[in-house]
T-cell receptor, first 112, second 118 residues
Framework: QKEVEQDPGPLSVPEGAIVSLNCTYSNSAFQYFMWYRQYSRKGPELLMY????GNKEDGRFTAQVDKSSKYISLFIRDSQPSDSATYLC????????????FGGGTRVLVKP | DTGVSQDPRHKITKRGQNVTFRCDPISEHNRLYWYRQTLGQGPEFLTY????????KSRLLSDRFSAERPKGSFSTLEIQRTEQGDSAMYLC????????????????FGEGSRLTVL
C-alpha cells in the first residue's frame, strides 16, 4: 500500500463546476500538505500549502486538511478549461529536509 | 528567467549507454532535489543536497545512479548502463532550507528531463 493514495481519474467536469479532489495517507507524522498542478510534459507547480489541520483559501482554490481522518482535499470553484491538468497532493514530515511524498495524481478535464 | 532549469529536456539513448542530466536551481536556494516520475504516477524522491552535501538517497537510487552538486550550485544526475526501466521524467527541484527567511521551504520544480531508453 502506498503512503499517499489518490484517485487517478480522469475527472471530467463542465466549465463553471466545482472540482473536488482528495488524498488519503497512512502516516500520521505528516505535518505539511501541498497541492501541485502539473500540465502535460511540464514540471509540477505549487498551488496550495497548508500546515496541519484546517482550511486555507486562495482565490478559486480551497485546501482542507483533516489529520484525524488522514484526509486532505482541494476544491476548485468556477472551474475553467485552463484548469485541465493533473493535480498532485504532496506531504512531508516536520523535519524531513523538505522532502515530499506525492500521491499518484488525479487528471482533471474541464470541458467548455 | 530565474526558475529551475534542466538540460536536456529530452534524451533518447540505447540500453547500456550512460546519460547525464544537469539542473541549475534558483540561485539563492541551498537545497536541491531529484525526483523521478513515470507515466501516470506521482514524482518519487531520489536524493537531495544541502549546498554541496548529499544528505539523503532513496533506495530507488541504485548504484548505477550518481548525483553530484560540486560547488553547491548546479547538480548533475548520471545514469550508467541504462536499462529500459530507467525511462522516466527526471525532475529537479530547489528550495530554501526549512524556515528560510521569507520562505516556507516549498519546492520549485523544473520542467524535467525526459529519458527514453530503447
Amino acid at each position: 500500500q502506498k503512503e499517499v493514495e489518490q484517485d487517478p481519474g480522469p475527472l471530467s467536469v463542465p466549465e463553471g463546476a466545482i472540482v473536488s479532489l482528495n488524498c488519503t495517507y497512512s502516516n500520521s507524522a505528516f505535518q505539511y500538505f501541498m497541492w501541485y498542478r502539473q500540465y502535460s510534459r511540464k514540471g509540477p507547480e505549487l498551488l496550495m500549502y497548508t500546515y496541519s489541520s484546517g482550511n486555507k483559501e486562495d482565490g478559486r482554490f480551497t485546501a482542507q486538511v483533516d489529520k484525524s481522518s488522514k484526509y486532505i482535499s482541494l476544491f476548485i470553484r468556477d472551474s475553467q478549461p485552463s484548469d485541465s491538468a493533473t493535480y498532485l497532493c504532496a506531504m512531508r514530515f516536520k523535519a524531513a529536509g523538505n522532502k515530499l511524498t506525492f500521491g499518484g495524481g488525479t487528471r482533471v478535464l474541464v470541458k467548455p | 528567467d530565474t526558475g529551475v532549469s534542466q538540460d536536456p529536456r529530452h534524451k533518447i539513448t540505447k540500453r547500456g549507454q550512460n546519460v547525464t542530466f544537469r539542473c541549475d536551481p534558483i540561485s539563492e536556494h541551498n537545497r536541491l532535489y531529484w525526483y523521478r516520475q513515470t507515466l501516470g504516477q506521482g514524482p518519487e524522491f531520489l536524493t537531495y543536497f544541502q549546498n554541496e552535501a548529499q544528505l539523503e538517497k532513496s533506495r530507488l537510487l541504485s548504484d548505477r545512479f550518481s548525483a553530484e552538486r560540486p560547488k553547491g550550485s548546479f547538480s548533475t544526475l548520471e545514469i550508467q548502463r541504462t536499462e529500459q526501466g530507467d525511462s522516466a521524467m527526471y525532475l529537479c527541484a530547489s528550495s530554501l532550507g526549512l524556515a528560510g527567511v521569507g520562505g516556507t521551504g516549498e519546492l520549485f520544480f523544473g520542467e524535467g528531463s525526459r529519458l527514453t531508453v530503447l
